[in-house]
């Protein structure tokens, strides 16, 4: 009875992150589509800019503290160029020089 019981928490839980049931009307359908499409293009945004996700990282198994997508990118740039902060290419030019 207990493996019983696990095996229908496991499944109930599974069942829960897939979502929504599938709504029987059309308007209901479309409705839901446009949803995930938005929830899908958040998360999307949000990876590229490295904005912090509750829904990603709840579902991923990454290490919270480590950095992903857009924010390892910034970093990175960062790290690199980091000797040139300041850095003006053209402050010894003005108009008269074009």
Known sequence: MKE???KQKITEEDLKDLGP???NEDGAKTQ?????ITDFIQTYKNTISG???HRRAMSSNEN???LSGG??????FYNLYQEFEGY??????NDMHV
């Open 4 to 6: 019983i019981r696990d």
């Open 21 to 23: 049931e599938m709504p």
């Open 32 to 36: 839901l589509l446009w949803s995930m």
């Open 51 to 53: 904005r912090y996700d």
């Open 64 to 66: 919270r503290f480590e």
């Open 71 to 76: 924010a390892r990118i910034k970093m990175n």
């Open 88 to 93: 003006r290419a053209c402050t010894e030019y």
